[in-house]
């Protein structure tokens, strides 16, 4: 059965920092790009980050609101991405969900949340940030 599943949410002071999982099953996610999205309430999905395939050289890709403070990575022997999210800060609540396709979308087009509708998602984690 092929699954994403995403772990690590929570609550989290201003300027704390978390990791979010993304696990694989059913699939080798190393062979696929992945991405982190975040959806706040009444507010759309955006793209927080993605990863292109190793075969692509494990590529990272930053929303400009988070560069600096996240970092996406792969641990291929887990079968997992993970996001490092450093400097929290209250804008950053929301669920966040991972996704992979097989193709990396191209330049900035990474960030069109509807060019991995068709690739595999989770079923998203909380992350609050509060004091």
């Known amino acids: 059965q092929v699954q994403l599943v995403e772990a690590g949410g929570g609550l989290v002071q201003p300027g704390g920092s978390l990791r979010l999982s993304c696990a694989a099953s059913?699939?080798?996610?190393?062979?696929?790009?992945t991405g982190w999205f975040r959806q706040a309430p009444g507010k759309e999905r955006e793209a927080v980050s993605s990863?292109?395939?190793?075969?692509?050289?494990?590529?990272?890709y930053y929303a400009d609101s988070v560069k600096g403070r996240f970092t996406i990575s792969r641990d291929n022997a887990k079968n997992t991405v993970y996001l490092q999210m450093n400097s929290r800060k209250p804008e950053d609540t929301a669920v966040y969900y991972c996704?992979?396709?097989?193709?990396?979308?191209?330049?900035?087009?990474?960030?069109?949340?509807?060019?991995?509708?068709?690739?595999?998602w989770g079923q998203g984690t909380q992350v609050t940030v509060s004091s």
């Open positions: 996704a992979a396709k097989i193709e990396h979308p191209f330049g900035e087009d990474w960030t069109r949340v509807a060019l991995w509708s068709r690739g595999y």
């Open positions: 990863i292109s395939s190793s075969t692509r050289d494990s590529s990272a």
């Open positions: 059913g699939f080798t996610l190393e062979h696929y790009a």
